[in-house]
């Protein structure tokens, strides 16, 4: 079912509308379902990402099976939203600016994820005190 399903008593009838390619996220490319039924189309994610995430949210592989290691044996959470928080504990901040051109996260984009990554588990300052 899409997510019309809940308009009225008619089923979705889902069908492949195109493939969208990405620029960040997922390395590959994303379907556009279109439900018949109901006249709409959305964009299917896989598990762990969400829409304008440039990183998974969980380790999870596309099919959505745990990773629990990732291919070179390191912590799963290092290629999720939760990269930040662990090099941030391991007392390392990314660069201020791009070293050569080369296009690693920047250390405004380490803040950004760990305030993102307190906001997702409930524990950001403002959501208590503001």
Do not use: N
């Not at 089923?11 to 279109?34: I, M, N, Q, Y």
């Amino acid at each position: 079912t899409g997510p019309c399903a809940q308009r009225d008593e008619q089923p979705c009838r889902l069908s492949l509308d195109h493939k969208r390619l990405r620029t960040t996220g997922p390395c590959f490319a994303l379907e556009v379902l279109r439900c018949r039924s109901h006249e709409i189309a959305f964009t299917v994610y896989p598990p762990g990402h969400v829409p304008y995430g440039r990183v998974a949210l969980a380790p999870v592989a596309p099919d959505g099976h745990a990773l629990i290691t990732t291919h070179r044996g390191t912590h799963r959470f290092e290629d999720t939203l939760f990269a930040a928080a662990l090099d941030a504990a391991d007392h390392q901040a990314w660069p201020q600016a791009a070293e050569d051109g080369y296009l690693l996260p920047r250390f405004p984009t380490q803040i950004r994820r760990l305030v993102r990554a307190c906001r997702l588990l409930g524990v950001e300052p403002t959501l208590c005190w503001g």
